[in-house]
């Protein structure tokens, strides 16, 4: 794998992290607009299962194209 085709697939694992992310919240806001009840729980729960799926995906980039520069 070239460095240019290791970049493209950190980026496109990075998009896909954060449209992940951007389920999990829709999915979050959606069950904060219900009232208590096992579906609002059941929401919140697979927001939780989208945001460590996304986390995922944001450490096989970093595994993919390490970050660079100084702290």
Not at 16 to 40: I, K, M, T
Request: neutral net charge; proline residues 3%; glycine residues 8%.
């Amino acid at each position: 794998m070239t460095i240019d085709d290791e970049a493209r697939k950190a980026a496109a694992l990075r998009a896909g992290a954060a449209r992940v992310r951007g389920a999990a919240e829709a999915l979050a806001d959606r069950a904060d607009a219900l009232p208590r009840s096992l579906q609002r729980r059941l929401l919140k729960l697979q927001a939780g299962i989208l945001r460590d799926g996304a986390a995922d995906l944001d450490d096989k980039a970093l595994a993919i194209e390490p970050a660079q520069g100084e702290a």
